[in-house]
């Protein structure tokens, strides 16, 4: 779907660049300012909004310039696309959730030979549980559901599968479906390495040449910045595409996924993503990174 107020035309539509993010309020509050035109000198963008399981098939076929895509999915992709450091999901207490219709022993052998509905297989929320489950699930679990995640916590409120990994907003809603964490994904993570939890990256394809990523990623960094100097600018465009999401919740949700790592990965960040991926390699998972493959 394409962004009306920020779609270019005439002689800008042939210079602009071609960016995809999801409709989640993280995103249109971080790239508010951007798709709009109001970042000085930054790049012009074409915006499309797409979930993050189809913008991850976008960056495997190397369609368009910009795409914000899953952490998980940079192994396949970071020959074409270059990992910016900014205008992503990175954070602490904000990991995906395992959720069931009962309250169960509250153990992972609660998953034992069950079926589990999980928003991608090439999500960061799927190679984090995959993570968990090897080493907390007995015999490991039965079948993956893959599902759009909004349709993941009716699936388990409704019995059509046993438990449930969600993402974004549904760690805030989730008891309004009568279900129970549990396990969290990001507090497994965290305890066990230290680092924050990588959810989302920005990317960018290496084509553009370095002057232009360079470029790309300061004009992500000031659009993250001018949200923060005046949310209320940005506030008609996130809840446009919000889906109907109650407001409060729509708040919690920045609050939560828009922090100091957006304008920065860092090096906390850095190892953060490095160490998820290596991890991940080491198991079988992904394909391994090469040294220098997040450099940017």
Same mark, same amino acid.
């Given at each position: 779907?394409?962004?009306?107020?920020?779609?270019?035309?005439?002689?800008?539509? =042939?210079?602009?660049?071609?960016?995809?993010?999801?409709?989640?309020?993280?995103?249109?509050?971080?790239?508010?300012?951007?798709?709009?035109?109001?970042?000085?000198?930054?790049?012009?963008?074409?915006?499309?909004?797409?979930? %993050?399981?189809?913008?991850?098939?976008?960056?495997?076929?190397?369609?368009?310039?910009?795409?914000?895509?899953?952490?998980?999915?940079?192994?396949?992709? $970071?020959?074409?696309? =270059?990992?910016?450091?900014?205008? &992503?999901? $990175?954070?602490?207490?904000?990991?995906?959730?395992?959720?069931?219709?009962?309250?169960?022993?509250?153990?992972?052998?609660?998953?034992?030979?069950?079926?589990?509905?999980?928003?991608?297989?090439?999500?960061?929320?799927?190679?984090?549980?995959?993570?968990?489950?090897?080493?907390?699930?007995?015999?490991?679990?039965?079948? %993956?559901?893959?599902?759009?995640?909004?349709?993941?916590?009716?699936?388990?409120?409704?019995?059509?599968?046993?438990?449930?990994?969600?993402?974004?907003?549904?760690?805030?809603?989730?008891?309004?479906?009568?279900?129970?964490?549990?396990?969290?994904?990001?507090?497994?993570?965290?305890?066990?390495?230290?680092?924050?939890?990588?959810?989302?990256? %920005?990317?960018?394809?290496?084509?553009?040449?370095?002057?232009?990523?360079?470029?790309?990623?300061?004009?992500?960094?000031?659009?993250?910045?001018?949200?923060?100097?005046?949310?209320?600018?940005?506030?008609?465009?996130? $809840?446009?595409?919000?889906?109907?999401?109650?407001?409060?919740?729509?708040?919690?949700? %920045?609050?939560?996924?828009?922090?100091?790592?957006?304008?920065?990965?860092?090096?906390?960040?850095?190892?953060?993503?490095?160490?998820?991926?290596?991890?991940?390699?080491?198991? &079988?998972?992904?394909? =391994?990174?090469?040294?220098?493959?997040?450099?940017?």
């Amino acid at each position: 779907m394409i962004d009306a107020a920020a779609h270019p035309t005439g002689d800008d539509a =042939a210079q602009a660049l071609r960016i995809a993010y999801s409709p989640c309020p993280n995103d249109t509050f971080v790239f508010h300012a951007w798709a709009h035109g109001l970042v000085p000198e930054a790049p012009r963008v074409e915006v499309s909004f797409a979930d %993050i399981d189809v913008t991850n098939g976008m960056a495997e076929r190397g369609e368009f310039d910009v795409l914000k895509v899953s952490y998980a999915v940079l192994p396949w992709v $970071l020959d074409a696309y =270059a990992l910016l450091p900014c205008g &992503g999901a $990175l954070g602490r207490g904000c990991g995906p959730l395992v959720l069931t219709r009962e309250a169960g022993t509250g153990t992972g052998a609660d998953l034992a030979g069950r079926t589990v509905a999980v928003p991608s297989e090439r999500s960061t929320a799927y190679l984090l549980f995959r993570l968990w489950a090897a080493s907390q699930v007995p015999g490991g679990v039965g079948e %993956i559901v893959v599902l759009p995640f909004h349709d993941i916590m009716p699936a388990v409120r409704d019995g059509r599968v046993d438990a449930g990994l969600v993402i974004h907003e549904a760690r805030f809603t989730y008891r309004n479906y009568g279900l129970h964490k549990l396990a969290d994904m990001g507090e497994h993570w965290e305890s066990d390495t230290g680092l924050p939890i990588p959810l989302g990256a %920005i990317i960018a394809k290496r084509s553009l040449g370095k002057a232009r990523l360079h470029a790309l990623a300061e004009a992500a960094r000031t659009s993250v910045r001018m949200a923060w100097d005046d949310p209320a600018a940005s506030r008609s465009y996130v $809840l446009a595409h919000s889906q109907e999401m109650d407001p409060a919740v729509a708040d919690q949700h %920045i609050g939560l996924y828009v922090n100091e790592f957006t304008a920065d990965l860092g090096e906390d960040g850095y190892a953060a993503v490095r160490g998820l991926l290596d991890r991940a390699a080491a198991e &079988g998972l992904v394909p =391994a990174l090469s040294p220098d493959a997040l450099a940017f």
